[in-house]
């Protein structure tokens, strides 16, 4: 159900200093969420914030086995140029995740805001990590407040 969803967005690159205050807040915002009701919670796979908030939802399903971690992925090969390091956090995700859509075989160009607006469209919250009034995380916050769902700035 859309309405029991919750969405993240955010950039790929976090710096150092920033590192443990957006840990912080995100670790807060998605307790608030899971005390709201949140139980399917949705991450598009990509490095950064999104690797940050699928670790994390997964440390809080030991607290709280009720709630799910799903991925909505742009394509299966996705970590296909992605450092081997990167590519083994991810897989060790994409193994503990409770559900996995895949947008597209293999990559194209638009599979990644195709799967925003998937990820979207399946949430009624999102929260973002938006540090600029560009690229593919500004998109997916201008379209999630187009389409009036909650969105929670960290």
């Known amino acids: 159900m859309v309405e029991n969803n919750c969405c993240f967005t955010g950039h790929r690159f976090i710096k ?3 590192n443990v ?3 912080a807040r995100l670790s807060e915002e998605i307790f608030k969420q899971i005390k709201r009701g949140k139980t399917g919670f949705i991450c ?3 490095l950064g914030f999104d690797t940050m908030a699928a670790k994390m939802v997964l440390e809080f399903k030991r607290i709280f086995p009720g709630i799910s971690l799903i991925l909505y992925l742009p394509c299966k090969d996705q970590t296909k140029n992605w ?3 990167d590519a083994k956090v991810f897989d060790d995700i994409l193994k503990k995740a409770d559900e996995i859509k895949y947008i597209s075989n293999e990559y194209y ?3 990644m805001h195709k799967r925003n607006l998937a990820m979207i469209n399946s949430s009624s ?3 973002a990590f938006l540090e600029k009034n ?3 995380t500004f998109f997916t916050v201008k379209s999630a407040l187009n389409r009036q769902k909650e969105v929670i700035y960290i």
Do not use: D, H, P, Q
Request: hydrophobic share 15%.
């Open 16 to 18: 150092n200093e920033k």
């Open 125 to 127: 919250t999102c929260i």
């Open 21 to 23: 205050y957006i840990r």
């Open 134 to 136: 560009s690229g593919g």
């Open 109 to 111: 160009s638009g599979c």
């Open 83 to 85: 450092r081997k390091s």
């Open 44 to 46: 598009g796979g990509a």
